[in-house]
């Protein structure tokens, strides 16, 4: 679940509309208002019109729970059509780690983001550089494009990673993955059952989704 620790946890708490943050020497605090954790503009999202949860997820390409965590996501989008996925990229693992969110994040802005995405946590072994354009041409992600996105976009990418380290830290979150589902916080893998049972939660608690 983290960089050393693989140990699991199940621990809920609530997240409410601002969440309490602890001073940080010498930092800036992060905004922790509902609308910046789960609307960020930058942030990848995956879900249709209409959706009424949304499941905020911190993860890490080369983080092995965050690539088991993904095929109960899909089976949940699959079964249920008015949860909507946003993406947080926390790339605590190392530069590779980082090399693979900047690009994930970019090629959203061709199309790409849901295939490459998957593309990059189906990948065989942990991700590199060469490993990361293999994932790309997989996905059909236009690779010069993709580089020219990364340029253009590169300070509003890393602005929004390091929104997201803020964020995670100011949660308490020490590794991946983590959830927030409506107002619930999950540090660690759950199953699809488990995972369906925070959606249904969530939906009896109005202005949370």
Same mark, same amino acid.
């Given at each position: 679940m983290n960089r050393r620790n693989l140990v699991l946890r199940g621990v809920l708490v609530a997240l409410a509309v601002v969440l309490p943050v602890a001073p940080v020497a010498a930092q800036q605090q992060p905004d922790m208002s509902r609308k910046a954790v789960v609307d960020d503009p930058v942030a990848p999202k995956r879900g249709v019109a209409g959706y009424d949860v949304s499941i905020v997820e911190f993860f890490d390409y080369n983080c092995p729970y965050c690539r088991r965590m993904e095929p109960v996501l899909n089976n949940l989008l699959a079964s249920d059509p008015k949860v909507r996925i946003v993406y947080r990229d926390w790339p605590i693992f190392g530069p590779a780690s980082r090399e693979a969110a900047k690009a994930a994040i970019a090629s959203q802005w061709q199309g790409r983001h849901a295939v490459f995405h998957e593309a990059l946590l189906t990948s065989p072994g942990k991700l590199d550089s060469a490993a990361i354009k293999t994932a790309a041409t997989r996905a059909k992600v236009d690779w010069p494009r993709l580089q020219r996105d990364l340029k253009a976009h590169g300070p509003e990418i890393d602005a929004l990673l390091a929104r997201t380290d803020g964020i995670a830290g100011a949660i308490g979150f020490n590794g991946t993955p983590a959830?927030? @589902? *409506?107002?619930? @916080? @999950?540090? *660690?893998? @759950?199953d699809l059952s488990a995972l369906r049972q925070l959606v249904a939660t969530a939906r009896t608690k109005p202005g949370t989704h």
């Amino acid at each position: 679940m983290n960089r050393r620790n693989l140990v699991l946890r199940g621990v809920l708490v609530a997240l409410a509309v601002v969440l309490p943050v602890a001073p940080v020497a010498a930092q800036q605090q992060p905004d922790m208002s509902r609308k910046a954790v789960v609307d960020d503009p930058v942030a990848p999202k995956r879900g249709v019109a209409g959706y009424d949860v949304s499941i905020v997820e911190f993860f890490d390409y080369n983080c092995p729970y965050c690539r088991r965590m993904e095929p109960v996501l899909n089976n949940l989008l699959a079964s249920d059509p008015k949860v909507r996925i946003v993406y947080r990229d926390w790339p605590i693992f190392g530069p590779a780690s980082r090399e693979a969110a900047k690009a994930a994040i970019a090629s959203q802005w061709q199309g790409r983001h849901a295939v490459f995405h998957e593309a990059l946590l189906t990948s065989p072994g942990k991700l590199d550089s060469a490993a990361i354009k293999t994932a790309a041409t997989r996905a059909k992600v236009d690779w010069p494009r993709l580089q020219r996105d990364l340029k253009a976009h590169g300070p509003e990418i890393d602005a929004l990673l390091a929104r997201t380290d803020g964020i995670a830290g100011a949660i308490g979150f020490n590794g991946t993955p983590a959830l927030i @589902v *409506g107002s619930q @916080v @999950v540090a *660690g893998a @759950v199953d699809l059952s488990a995972l369906r049972q925070l959606v249904a939660t969530a939906r009896t608690k109005p202005g949370t989704h």
